[in-house]
């Protein structure tokens, strides 16, 4: 069985543009997910999908200087194009689907996914269940996904997200998603809320503003370390706020 982590990541951005090669706690934010793919227990290979835009270049260099195993690139505004090249490329079992504006993933929680594949092969389904805690201000999880070989399910409980991909595209890729949001309801759930803040933490898990970024910086330079979970984001973030 082979299990992938990919990293779905792009230079452009409207709010933040090269996001995800600026400076946290000394190093571009894109090593820090790589370097957290690649020290999880089940995961083969760390991959980054990006576009192929010139743009992008510098993102490839620093990904496989960061120990990023393959790169595929692909169209800039088909995202989803993007994943089906890797799943063909690379040919996994099972992918671990990480946004590059998320530094704080915690090889814990991807390691309880990876736990849950035994019971999803017996079931013939994916795995479903937050990466991320619940934000405060968007109420969505921010990571969720496992695919199947040939087949990605893709999850997200904001509408207008899927309301961006043509209907052709959704069909062939077979993504099951209800209005209201979850994935196909044989899917296998992971529970995570034991390790994981509370729901609705003000504590934002992805970077999307400059600002977001000096926050989580100050926060790993008062802890004098990077934080190995958002967990620990959450209670250093409530211990200074008490200061």
Known sequence: MRTIAMINARMKSERFPGKVIAPLYGRPMISWIIDTAKRTKGVDFVVLATSDDPSNDILESIARSAGADFVVRGPETDLLRRHQMVCERLRPDWVVDLSGDSPIYSTEVIERF????????ERGSSVIGPLLPFNKVYGNPLGVLYSKRRYLHYFSMREDILKKFPAERLEQYWICAQKIGFIEPAGTVVDCTDIMPPAKTPVKASVDYPFELAILDYVCRWLGHFP????????????????
Request: hydrophobic share 40%; proline share 4%; aromatic share 8%.
């Open 114 to 121: 990876i736990a849950a594949i035994p019971e999803a092969e």
């Open 228 to 243: 190995e979970s958002i967990t620990e984001v959450y209670r250093a973030y409530r211990e200074i706020k008490e200061l």
